[in-house]
């Protein structure tokens, strides 16, 4: 496990845990979302193999009992990546539009959202590669996304 991935694995308990508690941490996981947008416009998927809390998760403890079976070919397609994306974007919109506005349910969303991709990441981890969810995460499609389009202007 690289170094600043030990720095980064316990903001994963204290957001899936903590945040079930004190549902304001759920704003760590939207100032993650911004921190590796702006990010990527440098680094590409940086984020993803070096600071993400949930990726040091997988290589730290999920890759010690995955199953190591390969990955879907679905998983690798566009196509199927954006439509990932597109979902759990449409899903957090529409429960950050049903908060009415308030600040600790918007946290609540976060939250919540952290949770359901950290349980589908453990399962798919652990029943294929460890880091089968982070071929499909939606943050990292759009961080690639962003990473190649600044590469293109900057060629």
Known sequence: MKKSQLIMIWLLPLIVIGGLFIPVLGYLVLAMIVFFIILSFFKGRYWCWNLCPRGAFLDGIISKISTKKPIPRIFTKQWFRWL??????SFLI???LHT??????IGAVFVTMCIITTILSII???SM???SWCIICPM???QEKIGKINSKKNN
Request: glycine residues 16%; without cysteine.
């Open 140 to 142: 990292g499609t759009l």
């Open 124 to 126: 798919l981890g652990t």
């Open 100 to 105: 009415g506005g308030n600040l600790i349910a």
């Open 129 to 131: 590669k460890h880091r």
């Open 84 to 89: 990932i994306f597109v979902l759990f974007i």
């Open 94 to 96: 529409y429960r950050i």
